[in-house]
């Protein structure tokens, strides 16, 4: 049984793209992903490359890896989104909401929206014109993303 939990960082502590290990778009089929796989072992199998070479090793070896996680979809699956979270570690979304479903503040002329903290999201009714806004709770580390579009 694969763990459910992966390490999704490598020794620079940047999150690994197994994506780009296999040359391969995120929305690939498995049946791309197997062909850029079966393509990319011919050339970095150990038995093809110099004796003794530690980097062509290290790099069948997390090409092996790669295939593991991506051939199957429960794996491929829980890998997507943990490495979207990990690209957007520094935004925590709380929820997509409509312009509509935000209270308008005619003193303050703004829009507010009450986070599950007890705080708000406050938008100001000139920010607007854009279709989607995402603006931070003023009390915790939570996001909205507002679609103006109305």
């Given amino acids: 049984m694969v763990s459910m939990t992966m390490n999704l960082k490598d020794e620079t ?65 829980l890998y997507d989104a943990e490495l979207s979270c990990e690209e957007h570690s520094d935004l925590l979304l709380y929820a997509n909401i409509d312009l509509k479903d935000m209270d308008y503040l005619e003193s303050e002329e703004c829009y507010s929206y009450t986070c599950r903290c ?17 603006i931070p709770c003023d009390e915790c580390s939570f996001s909205v993303e507002v679609t103006c579009d109305s």
């Fill in 13 to 77: 502590e940047r999150p690994v793209d197994y994506y780009e290990i296999l040359q391969s778009d995120r929305k690939a089929s498995v049946e791309e992903l197997k062909k850029n796989y079966q393509r990319l072992v011919l050339t970095l199998h150990p038995d093809k490359n110099a004796v003794g070479c530690d980097k062509s090793d290290a790099s069948f070896l997390m090409l092996q890896k790669a295939w593991t996680v991506l051939r199957d979809p429960e794996t491929r699956k």
């Fill in 118 to 134: 007890g705080g708000n999201y406050i938008l100001e009714a000139g920010s607007t014109d854009q279709i989607k806004v995402i």
